[in-house]
């Protein structure tokens, strides 16, 4: 009954304009009523990152929850973990309307929201108000677009959500805030983690609590910009990847009117791309520095092909447009199948099992 109800409420909002939809779930999220509760409890799902404990691998992945409304109701649902943002210091509208296009035979979305968000201030008050319910909150932090230094605004977001952050994931990879991703250049990279991070560690000093930095990059790079960004995290110390966020490219849709849209492609179509980035990136980085595989995870099977390609954790968000919270206890239920399937004692122990399978592949179809 409770998944017939949720296909119900799917084509529901279906009918409404993609970003109307958006907005109509958060604030029926925020109410508190009727929050579809879906937690696997297995030990063997869990996963330590320093003073973080995750219940489960799957988080919600920024985007959902941009102005931090509803985390409680994300944890609530089954996720083991949620991440608030893109913020910004200042609040900005975003990129003009229409912004978000959903390719329903794709199983995928386009947008082109340009962080839009409330801003530092409202975010954090917002957020401090349920820090003392615990739960993992990630915050990914991003740049203003009128901002010239953009690494002051990312040295912004470490000062103003430090003590209430579970952790950061800094976004320098979104395609729809002009020149942000040129932060993923190797010089440019260098300037903002060291600033970053040293905002980070002069926070720790104040509070006594060092706060995972995580760095999310983009797929579409090659090979040897990949290496460069791997270097430059290892030297610094960077606590983790998130891999990866959406891509400009453009594979076979099936919507061939809506993929003519500018901004990122994400959901089933990225699954490939993002795959491989992860990989790249797991066999560069080692076996030991956490990453978030994001992307095209639309079930169990594809949550665990992350995983044995080298993702300690995970994140979707589309597949949540299509498949409702259905998804989430579907990908734990699967995955705990998985670990007794193949008799391991903890789902840790297939990471990266596969990755020279997908790191072999090439980024560039």
């Known amino acids: 009954m409770i998944r017939v109800a949720n296909k119900i409420g799917l084509k529901s909002l279906h009918m409404l304009e993609p970003e109307a939809a958006h907005e109509a779930t958060i604030r029926l999220l925020k109410t508190g009523l009727s929050i579809p509760c879906f937690p696997v409890s297995d030990g063997r799902l869990s996963y330590q990152l320093g003073d973080l404990f995750f219940a489960n691998p799957l988080g919600m992945a920024a985007g959902f929850d941009k102005n931090g409304e509803v985390p409680d109701a994300l944890l609530k649902m089954g996720f083991g973990f949620a991440e608030a943002g893109t913020v910004t210091p200042k609040p900005q509208e975003g990129n003009p309307k229409p912004r978000n296009f959903r390719l329903t035979a794709d199983e995928a979305v386009i947008n082109r929201y340009g962080f839009n968000n409330d801003g530092h201030e409202m975010v954090y008050n917002r957020l401090r108000r349920r820090h003392r ?54 010089g440019a990279l260098s300037d903002l983690l060291v600033r970053t991070l040293a905002a980070r560690d002069e926070e720790t000093e104040k509070l006594g609590r060092r706060v995972p930095v995580l760095l999310k990059i983009a797929p579409d790079m090659g090979d040897d910009q990949l290496k460069d960004i791997a270097e430059e995290v290892m030297a610094l110390e960077v606590d983790g990847l998130v891999v990866s966020n959406t891509t400009v490219d453009r594979p076979a849709l099936k919507d061939a009117k809506q993929a003519v849209e500018a901004g990122g492609l994400s959901g089933k179509p990225l699954f490939r791309k993002s795959t491989i980035a992860l990989a790249k990136m797991r066999r560069l980085v080692g076996p030991n520095l956490p990453i978030i595989g994001v992307g095209g995870i639309d079930g169990g099977p594809a949550a665990w092909t992350k995983i044995t390609a080298g993702a300690n954790l995970l994140q979707l968000y589309t597949s949540m447009v299509f498949n409702g919270p259905d998804v989430i206890r579907d990908i734990n239920t699967y995955l705990v199948q998985q670990v007794e399937k193949q008799g391991l004692s903890n789902l840790q122990e297939a990471v990266g099992v596969n990755v020279d399978a997908w790191a072999d592949l090439s980024l560039i179809d």
């Open 133 to 186: 319910k615990g739960g993992v909150v990630g915050i990914n932090i991003g740049a203003n677009k009128a901002t010239q230094d953009k690494a002051s605004d990312y040295e912004a977001g470490v000062r103003r959500f430090a003590d209430i952050a579970s952790y950061f994931t800094v976004n320098i990879s979104s395609p729809n805030t002009p020149g942000l991703r040129d932060l993923q250049a190797r």
